[in-house]
């Protein structure tokens, strides 16, 4: 039996199984989820009948009676105190009758009404399949048959490009699978075959048996130290934005984790960002490399356990704002204490400028790097709140040389837009705000569109519209053309939209309406760990909050609307921050003249929104005529506002091809009172000049 510190969420744990329903898994070393005796103790006296006495210790809260148990204490003190939970990464387990899992599956089993939200995976939408079946795999002769065509056919172009352009081994190329074949690309609407390079995740029977448990599969194998091929990646070789999975809906595996079979777990282990990264690593050091299943935008949670007992991990993400901050986020999934962030610097590499640093392993292969001196001088992750200039010197100065590295996800079909707030950054909270009827849920929907197709994950919160509704929408903006409706004969039209839309990283809330805060604040962070979703939309905040289910929360029956609308502020802003994503939050505005220009003082409720955001966004109407006004950038302090049209055949927005941004020149003479007054008057009389 494990120890009390222990979760049985450890890798392979025999708790686990047979698994009945779908659960988390919480590696042992996670102690980010900043689960605090407090979370757990209301937790409890929320949610569980007849809340059980407990104890606190540096490291658990005890419950003196496990809601779990079926057997009775009858009053005997060695049956009580049994149930441990684990402060930090939640974990919890009874030494009683057996039962534990992580903090996710211990707020699903004790939810006070099942009716209502049983689990906060159950209010996310997931585009998995149904946990009856296992997850599709390709053939097992797939990987073989695309090997022999890239290995045994040796005067083919893709096999060229690994060798002389990316400078791998015929060796490294065998040692890791890598093989060649033909798939088709939509391109224009017209699907085009083309060459591509194929990346295999290839792993033991006993590790896909174990995800599939995770799942509440049964999933037996007759050789668990057989090797399967759980997924293939596909690139194409021309364009590298073409990308596939195959098979669609298959499970998640790590590139190259066949590679580290018989590897001694007291020793390091890389994971790169790339493919190419990790065999590169490999070439240069024979340290066991392996890559990210989807780049440095995710780690599903399916692949933890692969790396749970694994002492020592090095992350080696690219040398640029995203790579680090993804490397960051995942040591914490990882956990902390084992994970090392590789960052080449003057020193490792003998560069001269910072320009010059490599951008990755394979950039660093290329230029005859020491890729071991690199991987040997890696620092580990500085503690979020005691950090000395040493812990950010080469950041730092990397993000003064290079500020357009760090600028954020920029929207490439609202270029001028995104040139004011310099995109859109991690851990920030944007207030979006414009009167009814401005097109705001239009907006968000094409900016988390522009978001979803390259790749970041977005969670959809949409309290005052139905998901059927607004996913009706979404996909009209993602065809950028009217969709065929009521004409049977383009069914099979219409299925390809929907399967492409299918494949972007959105993620939706199935509430509506009215809902509990803590309830979605719950599957917010459900959707972060799981789903490694890193923007949320939520639209809007006068429908989701309701005062009357925080005042019973707080005991305060004195609670208006405008306490509401702040605590509710104040744990997103808090969760932004903590939870290192970034929140898009609809507030309506103040009851105003429909002709009156909006400004920040506009918003309804206290100024604690303002104050709180990071970006203050607003769509304002002038007449015939839409503008994007950016009115709070706390990033770079740029202000200005785009001229924006709606295109009713895409359901979209697009900036005038002659527009300019336009930022008005407040000087040090005008005094702050007069600010908004002085935007307004700009804004009209310039806006109307140049339009």
């Not at 929360?553 to 802003?573: H, Y």
Request: proline share 6%; charged share 25%.
């Amino acid at each position: 039996m494990p120890s009390a510190s222990s979760p049985v969420h450890s890798y392979k744990s025999p708790y686990l199984l047979p698994c009945r329903h779908k659960s988390v898994f919480v590696s042992k070393h996670n102690q980010s989820l900043n689960v605090t005796a407090e979370d757990i103790i209301n937790q409890v006296k929320w949610n569980v009948e007849s809340s059980p006495k407990y104890r606190t210790t540096n490291n658990h809260v005890i419950l003196e009676e496990c809601p779990f148990c079926t057997k009775p204490t009858k009053g005997k003190a060695e049956n009580t105190f049994k149930l441990y939970i684990q402060l930090g990464g939640g974990a919890y387990f009874c030494h009683r009758c057996g039962q534990g899992g992580s903090w996710f599956d211990f707020k699903a089993k004790t939810s006070k009404d099942p009716q209502v939200v049983k689990s906060a995976s159950q209010t996310i939408y997931s585009p998995k399949m149904h946990a009856s079946q296992p997850l599709p795999m390709p053939s097992s002769r797939l990987q073989a048959l695309y090997n022999s065509q890239l290995l045994d056919q040796p005067d083919n172009d893709v096999l060229r490009y690994l060798t002389e352009t990316r400078g791998l081994t015929v060796k490294t190329l065998r040692k890791y699978g890598i093989g060649r074949a033909k798939y088709s690309f939509n391109n224009d609407g017209a699907w085009e075959p083309v060459e591509c390079v194929t990346f295999p995740w290839i792993m033991k029977a006993s590790d896909v048996s174990f995800q599939e448990e995770l799942r509440g599969v049964k999933h037996p194998v007759e050789d668990p130290n057989s090797f399967l091929t759980r997924r293939i990646k596909v690139r194409a070789l021309e364009n590298k934005a073409w990308q596939r999975l195959d098979p669609a809906g298959g499970g998640w595996g790590f590139f190259g984790y066949h590679t580290l079979d018989g590897a001694d777990k007291s020793q390091p282990i890389v994971v790169t960002e790339g493919e190419y990264d990790a065999m590169a690593v490999w070439q240069a050091t024979g340290i066991p490399a392996i890559s990210l299943p989807n780049g440095c935008r995710s780690l599903p949670v399916e692949v933890l356990p692969l790396l749970e007992d694994y002492e020592k991990i090095y992350l080696w993400m690219d040398n640029d704002g995203p790579g680090q901050e993804g490397a960051r986020v995942f040591s914490q999934k990882i956990g902390l204490g084992r994970c090392f962030m590789v960052q080449p610097t003057l020193e490792s590499t003998g560069c001269l400028e910072f320009a010059d640093l490599p951008k990755d392993a394979n950039d660093a292969l290329l230029q005859g790097h020491d890729l071991k001196r690199i991987i040997m001088e890696a620092k580990p992750v500085p503690h979020e709140q005691v950090l000395s200039f040493s812990d950010l010197q080469d950041s730092v100065l990397h993000e003064i040389l290079h500020p357009e590295k760090y600028e954020g996800t920029k929207l490439p079909s609202l270029p001028k837009f995104s040139a004011v707030v310099k995109g859109l950054r991690r851990g920030e909270l944007t207030v979006v705000t414009g009167p009814t009827g401005s097109g705001k849920t239009t907006f968000l929907g094409q900016m988390s569109l522009d978001l979803a197709e390259q790749g970041v994950n977005v969670l959809w919160g949409s309290f005052e519209v139905r998901n059927t509704r607004l996913i009706h929408k979404l996909l009209q903006q993602f065809a950028r053309q009217p969709l065929p409706r009521g004409d049977p004969s383009s069914a099979d039209k219409l299925k390809d939209i929907a399967k492409r839309f299918g494949e972007l990283p959105l993620h939706f809330l199935k509430f509506h309406g009215a809902s509990e805060l803590e309830e979605v604040l719950d599957a917010m962070e459900y959707a972060v760990y799981v789903h490694d979703c890193e923007h949320i939309v939520l639209d809007n905040l006068q429908f989701m909050i309701s005062r009357q289910n925080l005042a019973s929360r707080s005991g305060n029956s004195n609670f208006d609307k405008f306490d509401a609308q702040d605590i509710a502020i104040e744990k997103f802003r808090k969760f932004a921050t903590e939870r290192n994503v970034h929140l898009s939050l609809v507030v309506h505005p103040r009851k105003e003249d429909e002709s009156a220009r909006l400004g920040i003082s506009s918003i309804y409720g206290s100024a604690k929104a303002t104050q709180e955001a990071d970006n203050v966004l607003i769509l304002q109407k002038d007449n015939q005529k839409k503008y994007l006004d950016v009115r709070k950038n706390r990033f770079s302090g740029d202000l200005g506002a785009t001229e924006i049209f709606f295109d009713r055949a895409t359901n979209r927005y697009r900036e005038a091809p002659t527009n300019h941004v336009v930022t008005p020149k407040i000087t040090n003479k005008a005094p702050i009172a007069s600010i908004e007054d002085h935007w307004d008057k700009y804004f009209s009389s310039h806006l109307t000049e140049n339009s």
